[in-house]
């Protein structure tokens, strides 16, 4: 004796296939723009950081006196490839003038270095400024020589 199916139906049917399948590809769609935006964000705050390490590297070239302290507008930046540029932005204190060799200079100086990055993408761009109060280099007093016979250790 056979046994008899209660349901009429042995498989899906065509439109249950399609509907499936276009869930799939929705899916599917909206996963791929999240990598692509995760990917996007994460070149982005990788560029951040690079941009503030070398901000700090070019403010210490200014305040080393190996950079000279003047205003600098969008220079290629040339130690970190192509895209990447920095800005020097030099405020000088008039309260704090001091006369060196006959001609008034301010000591302090407020000093803005911006480095940034330019793509393709503006989606990825990135830019980071630092900021500090700067000594006039030319107002530096060198280090005394050190003396003959004088031991620190003891």
């Not at 065509?14 to 769609?29: D, P």
């Not at 060799?101 to 630092?130: C, H, K, P, Y």
Request: hydrophobic fraction near 45%; avoid cysteine.
């Amino acid at each position: 004796m056979r046994a008899r199916r209660k349901h009429g139906r042995g498989g899906m049917s065509l439109l249950e296939v399609l509907t499936a399948l276009a869930i799939f590809m929705l899916s599917v769609v909206v996963i791929s723009q999240m990598v692509d935006s995760a990917a996007q964000t994460a070149l982005r705050a990788q560029r951040l950081t690079r941009a503030g390490i070398y901000a700090e590297s070019k403010m210490a070239e200014v305040v080393a006196g190996i950079d000279p302290l003047e205003n600098v507008f969008e220079a290629p930046l040339q130690e970190a490839g192509p895209g990447w540029y920095y800005t020097v932005q030099v405020e000088p204190e008039s309260w704090t003038q001091v006369e060196v060799d006959g001609q008034q200079v301010a000591g302090l100086n407020l000093v803005a270095v911006t480095v940034g990055f330019r793509g393709q993408r503006a989606a990825t761009d990135a830019e980071q400024t630092l900021t500090r109060v700067v000594l006039d280099p030319r107002l530096r007093v060198p280090a005394p020589p050190p003396t003959v016979g004088s031991s620190s250790s003891q």
